[in-house]
């Protein structure tokens, strides 16, 4: 992806509400030009006059829009990975309930009370939300609050309240809207500026309660287990499981997989548990998954620190440079079906030149620290798919019994994906960004017979910088943000 080292964020979707049984929200790509301005026609608050409000897309990096508690707009991330809604700042007419909270970051952190206030979401109304307002926010200039929509089971709110007045923001839409299904989907765009003009410019649509209309189709694929977590025993993420061998690699082939999780109660131990998470840019794989698909391409260059590179990739540690001109095409499977990821998805055009004057492209998709895989303090996952493989489907959520205080007979949360990708389209589509529009991707050399890697030595920590696995917090360089939340009195960093 082409962007600036220096506007390089924790991404996200921005959220709002409408008080109708089933909402739909429209997230708009929008350009640094005036281009999309003359498309579509916005009044003074944003909204397209269809009850839909339009989110801004930084780069393919972020997604924007507000929330509004006691009649005042904030801009929230709208993360499947995390639970609680939390913002910065002067709530008009909240109410204190005077119980501390924090949330560290890799770099930064914020603090301050519990509150309730009313919330608004373009005409839904919450009377009494309960949410935090933090009061000191560290290092997080770029950093607005969070709107999560993961299983409220793991919710801090709640926790210190004792009881369902400290439900998140979804759980109290789901019980107020009992005659509507209790999913959620969203539909990503693609920034037209960020890789090439000729990327669509469409809608990124979010959904409660229904579907985006003409993806209706979602409906017949396969339903994926939501897993409760093993090691905590309640729903702690939207994890499901991959297909045994599920990584379709750069030359065609299966990759061979193996869980990093011991004993595992749910799945074989070639099938990898999968956290779907629209708070991540960078999906986080295994590091030999990502040495099988990046490490054997001619010219490929494993980079273990960055200021080889330039000195403002000074923090980042254990990614591959490729070459930015080289397609490299890679597929998830899921209950039997392939869903394809776009070449501009698995490599990142950071616009620095290197000492030759060369651009200089990085791996989209990098490596989870060896000590968060398989291990019980962070939850039984394997890998983190977020924007860099959610933009190549439309997804839905079906809470199901996740949703606090439901009765016995909820059928079991599920997640459903639909590929949205046609592979003639995203060729296309690198050519144009990578090559100039000539197609020379048939003379490309051939994959090398071996990844091509120096021994390192395998990382502590998973905040450390030293040599070995590349860990969450690697990316601080480009000012990705690495959340450590809170859970049962455990402090795991989950977030980049």
């Not at 998805?345 to 895989?373: E, G, H, W």
Request: with cysteine; proline share 6%.
């Amino acid at each position: 992806m082409r962007v600036s080292a220096w506007s390089f964020f924790l991404s996200t979707f921005f959220f709002s509400y409408v008080q109708v049984t089933a909402v739909q929200l429209n997230l708009v790509g929008s350009k640094r030009e005036s281009g999309l301005r003359s498309l579509y026609k916005r009044d003074g608050s944003g909204a397209f006059g269809n009850g839909s409000v339009a989110l801004q897309n930084y780069q393919d990096l972020k997604y924007v829009c507000n929330v509004t508690l006691g009649g005042k707009d904030f801009p929230v991330i709208v993360d499947t990975g995390s639970v609680d809604l939390w913002v910065a700042g002067d709530v008009p007419g909240t109410n204190n309930l005077s119980i501390p909270m924090n949330i560290t970051f890799g770099k930064g952190s914020a603090e301050g009370y519990i509150n309730t206030a009313q919330m608004e979401f373009d005409g839904f109304m919450i009377p009494d939300q309960a949410y935090m307002n933090a009061i000191m926010v560290e290092d997080l200039a770029s950093q607005p609050g969070t709107l999560g929509l993961g299983p409220s089971s793991v919710s801090t709110i709640r926790a210190n309240l004792g009881n369902s007045s400290g439900d998140p923001p979804l759980d109290r839409i789901f019980r107020q809207n009992m005659t509507a299904p209790n999913i959620l989907t969203f539909l990503l765009s693609r920034n037209a500026t960020v890789e090439g003009p000729l990327v669509d410019q469409s809608f990124a649509q979010l959904t409660i309660g229904t579907m985006v209309p003409g993806f209706e189709a979602i409906q017949n694929e396969p339903k994926l287990p939501a897993l409760i977590d093993q090691f905590d025993h309640v729903p702690a993420h939207w994890m499901t499981l991959l297909d045994p061998n599920g990584i379709i690699g750069p030359d065609g082939e299966r990759i061979n997989t193996t869980t990093a999780i011991q004993n595992p109660t749910n799945g074989t131990s070639d099938q990898l548990h999968v956290v779907l998470d629209s708070g991540f840019s960078i999906p986080q794989l295994p590091a030999y998954i990502v040495d099988s698909i990046y490490g054997r391409i001619p010219g490929a260059e494993f980079i273990e620190n960055g200021t080889t590179l330039h000195p403002d990739l000074g923090s980042l540690v254990n990614v591959w440079r490729i070459p930015c001109e080289y397609e490299v095409n890679v597929s998830f499977v899921f209950a039997g079906q392939e869903y394809p990821v776009s070449p501009l998805d698995l490599s990142m055009d950071t616009q620095l030149p290197d000492v030759d004057a060369k651009r200089i492209c990085i791996a989209f998709y990098q490596q989870l620290a060896d000590n968060i895989a398989g291990n019980p303090e962070f939850g039984a996952l394997d890998m983190i798919l977020g924007m860099g493989f959610l933009r190549n489907t439309y997804t839905l959520f079906n809470f199901g019994d996740f949703v606090d205080g439901s009765p016995d007979n909820v059928a079991d949360p599920y997640i459903q994906l639909l590929s949205t990708v046609d592979k003639a389209k995203i060729h296309h589509e690198f050519v144009i960004a990578r090559l100039g529009g000539k197609d020379t991707t048939g003379s490309q050399p051939a994959l090398l017979p071996a990844i091509q890697k120096p021994a390192v030595t395998s990382q502590v920590n998973g905040n450390a910088t030293t040599d070995g696995s590349s860990s969450l917090n690697s990316l601080a360089s480009l000012n990705a943000v690495c959340r450590v939340s809170r859970r049962r009195n455990r402090l795991r960093s989950l977030k980049c």
